[in-house]
C-alpha cells in the first residue's frame, strides 16, 4: 500500500528505493542541500538545511534518513528532534548506517548479532546516531530499522569508471577483505522492510562474497577487456586519510537477517553477478547510467 515517504539526504541508495517506489504510487518528499538536482527524478525536491521539517513530517508515512552524522552529532536529530519526537503517526523509520561500527575483525565474520566495536572517530559518531535514532522512536512510539551498509557499488558507482578512466589502482594488503553491496540489492531490502514495519531492529546488507579490493578490481578489467592495472603495495600507494581508515579495518560481513526476516534474497549475491549486470546494462558509448552529479553520497564507502 503505498504512502508518503519522507526522504532525509536523497542520495544514490534513497534514489535507488525511489525507482522502486514511484511506479507503486508513492509520494516522496526528498532533502537536498541541491533539490535542484533532484529535478526531472518524480519526486518533491525540498531544500534542507533550510527548511523546517515538521509540516513534511505531518505529511509523511514514513521516514528514511542517509544523513550522515557530523562534528556535533546527528544533524537531523540536532535540528528536529522534537518535531521527530512527536511524529507518532509515523507507520516506518530507517535509518541508513555502515558496518564501519564492528571495527576491524581481523577478516573474520561478523553479523547483527556481534556487538560494535567502532574503531574510528567516524564509526564512533555512526554508532551514536543509531543509538540517538533509537531513542527518538523509542519516544515517538514508531518502529525503527537500522541498515548497516558494506560497501556500496552500482551503475555510475562501480570500478568500470575508475578502470576507462586510468585512475585505477590495484591497492594491495596482505589478508584485506571488504564487504560489498549492489545498490539495487539496498533498494529491495528497504522496500521489504518498509512492508514490514513489525521487522525492527539491524539489518547488515552486504553479499555473499566478501573479497580483497584488487581482486574485484581486476575482475572488472577482466570483464571489460581493460587491462589490469598493476599492483601497489599499500606503504606505497600515498592513500589519503580516509582511505587509510578503510583499509585499517578487515572483516567479512553476514546479513543474517536478510533472508529470514525481510524475506530478501539478494539479486547481486556477489560482485561477479553485480558487475556483470553493471556490465550489461551500460549503453554502448561504454558508459554506465550515473546518478546525478552531487548526489552519489552514501553511509558507506564505495565498493573497493
Not at 522534537?82 to 558496518?99: D, E, K, P, R
Not at 539495487?184 to 573479497?211: C, K, Q, S, Y
Request: a neutral charge.
Amino acid at each position: 500500500m503505498a504512502g508518503t515517504l519522507l526522504s532525509l539526504g536523497h542520495g544514490y541508495s534513497a534514489q535507488a528505493l525511489a525507482r522502486r517506489l514511484l511506479p507503486a504510487g508513492w509520494r516522496i518528499l526528498a532533502t537536498s542541500r541541491r533539490p535542484e538536482a533532484l529535478a526531472g527524478q518524480g519526486v518533491e525536491p525540498v531544500l534542507w538545511p533550510g527548511t523546517p521539517l515538521g509540516p513534511l513530517l505531518a505529511q509523511a508515512t514514513h521516514v528514511l534518513s542517509s544523513v550522515p552524522p557530523g562534528p556535533e552529532g546527528d544533524p537531523v536529530l540536532a535540528a528536529e528532534r522534537g518535531a521527530l519526537a512527536g511524529a507518532g503517526h509515523l507507520a516506518w523509520v530507517g535509518y541508513l548506517s555502515t558496518t564501519g561500527v564492528y571495527g576491524d575483525a581481523g577478516g573474520g565474520w561478523v553479523d547483527e548479532a556481534t556487538p560494535p566495536a567502532p574503531g574510528s572517530p567516524r564509526a564512533a559518531a555512526r554508532l551514536a546516531a543509531e543509538r540517538a535514532w533509537a531513542e527518538v522512536c523509542a519516544e515517538a512510539g514508531v518502529p525503527l530499522a537500522v541498515f548497516r551498509l558494506a560497501g556500496i557499488y552500482g551503475p555510475g558507482r562501480s570500478p568500470f569508471e575508475r578502470l576507462r578512466a586510468g585512475t585505477a589502482r590495484a591497492v594491495v594488503k596482505p589478508g584485506q577483505v571488504f564487504s560489498r553491496i549492489h545498490v539495487e540489492d539496498i533498494a529491495a531490502a528497504l522496500a521489504a522492510a518498509m512492508a514490514r514495519p513489525d521487522a525492527t531492529g539491524v539489518f547488515n546488507l552486504a553479499d555473499d562474497l566478501p573479497a580483497p579490493p584488487e581482486e574485484v578490481l581486476w575482475h572488472a578489467a577482466d570483464l571489460a577487456g581493460l587491462p589490469r592495472p598493476p599492483a601497489v603495495d599499500i606503504e606505497a600507494a600515498g592513500l589519503s586519510p580516509m582511505a587509510r581508515e578503510f583499509y585499517a579495518e578487515s572483516r567479512r560481513v553476514r546479513a543474517a537477517r536478510l533472508g529470514p526476516v525481510l524475506g530478501v534474497t539478494l539479486a547481486h549475491p556477489d560482485y561477479r553477478a553485480g558487475l556483470a549486470a553493471i556490465l550489461a546494462a551500460q549503453t554502448p558509448e561504454g558508459q554506465a547510467g550515473r546518478p546525478p552529479a552531487g548526489l552519489r553520497g552514501g553511509p558507506a564507502a564505495t565498493l573497493r
